[in-house]
């Protein structure tokens, strides 16, 4: 989608950064800490979610259910990456899907459920086709930095900030019911979905919708995005980095580099790298000015490929919109 087609001002960029500290905060309150009133944020809401700008989605931490993290790297022949990228997106479970490096790779996170799922996601679902030139796997081990924590959209005070912020999270596993799937799905498309509308999709009272939806987000196990194309905030050069680092200052270097603004992901992978970034800068020199200044201080990092995302499928939750 075209993110030139609005301009984000103060109270925009107020609201992204508002629903980025909780999804489904009320319109009323996010009004109130940006001191304008809820039907001004109503509007804008519409306006950018009706432009394809925003929206917020519902996903699931896998990570307490006891799910593994993957990201796949597939080389393709450029004729076919739009067609292998649209039919991936497309699966309800791969998200941050982008094309990489000219248009001939593709990139993206998948959750697997068990072992089992795993092997037959490596084994047999990932294209095979003659047009697919490679195919790797990487597990990741741990983050430290998810993309719900960029600091890219941050426009408010602490104050205001502390007026938004949801009750704290207190990590557990909760067993999903078989309603919690509908749920779930419904809150991949639309993270705000109202009770009434959450309800008749599940066959829950609104009263179990609030309670089941409450204690979801209370243990972490459904999180709230803010899916936002990073150009839409001024970031105009996302790239992804595939470092080898010391095993010996792994921890470490991925610590320094949560720290940075321009990073939205940090993890520790399995594969001949060990640590995968994504990062978001304003423009290409601003990307030459990180490579070469903040990261090249990080002298634990052996080598480095950097790939330059080149056009977004799918972010987080359900397929993006085709524009």
């Given at each position: 989608?075209?993110?030139?087609?609005?301009?984000?001002?103060?109270?925009?960029?107020?609201?992204?950064?508002?629903?980025?500290?909780d999804g489904r905060a009320p319109l009323r309150?996010?009004?109130?800490?940006?001191?304008?009133?809820?039907s001004t944020v109503a509007r804008r809401y519409r306006r950018l979610r009706g432009a394809g700008i925003l929206r917020v989605v519902g996903t699931l931490n896998g990570a307490l259910l006891g799910y593994q993290a993957w990201t796949i790297r597939l080389r393709c022949t450029p004729d076919s990456a739009g067609a292998i990228a649209r039919a991936l997106a497309a699966r309800p479970d791969t998200s941050f899907l982008h094309l990489l490096s000219g248009g001939t790779e593709i990139s993206c996170s998948v959750q697997t459920r068990t072992a089992d799922d795993s092997g037959e996601l490596l084994l047999h679902r990932l294209p095979r086709t003659g047009r697919v030139t490679s195919v790797s796997a990487h597990l990741l081990l741990g983050s430290h930095v998810l993309p719900n924590s960029w600091a890219g959209p941050a426009r408010l005070t602490p104050d205001q900030?502390?007026?938004?912020?949801?009750?704290?999270?207190?990590?557990?596993?909760?067993?999903?019911?078989?309603?919690?799937?509908?749920?779930?799905?419904?809150?991949?498309?639309?993270?705000?979905?109202?009770h009434t509308e959450l309800a008749a999709a599940t066959g829950w009272s609104e009263s179990t919708v609030r309670r089941r939806l409450a204690l979801l987000r209370r243990s972490g196990v459904l999180v709230l995005l803010v899916d936002i194309p990073p150009a839409a905030l001024g970031f105009r050069a996302e790239a992804r980095l595939w470092m080898s680092v010391r095993p010996s200052r792994l921890g470490a270097v991925a610590a320094a580099m949560a720290g940075h603004p321009e990073v939205s992901l940090v993890a520790h992978t399995t594969g001949p790298t060990n640590l995968l970034a994504a990062v978001n800068c304003r423009d290409s020199l601003d990307l030459a000015r990180y490579l070469t200044g903040p990261v090249a201080a990080l002298d634990a990092i052996q080598s480095i490929e950097t790939a330059p995302v080149i056009r977004t499928v799918k972010r987080a939750g359900a397929l993006l919109p085709i524009s």
């Open positions: 989608m075209k993110t030139d087609t609005v301009t984000l001002d103060a109270i925009d960029h107020g609201l992204v950064h508002a629903l980025q500290i309150l996010i009004g109130e800490a940006l001191g304008v009133s809820e900030a502390a007026l938004l912020a949801p009750p704290p999270v207190e990590p557990a596993e909760v067993p999903l019911e078989s309603g919690d799937r509908v749920l779930l799905d419904l809150l991949s498309r639309d993270g705000r979905a109202g």
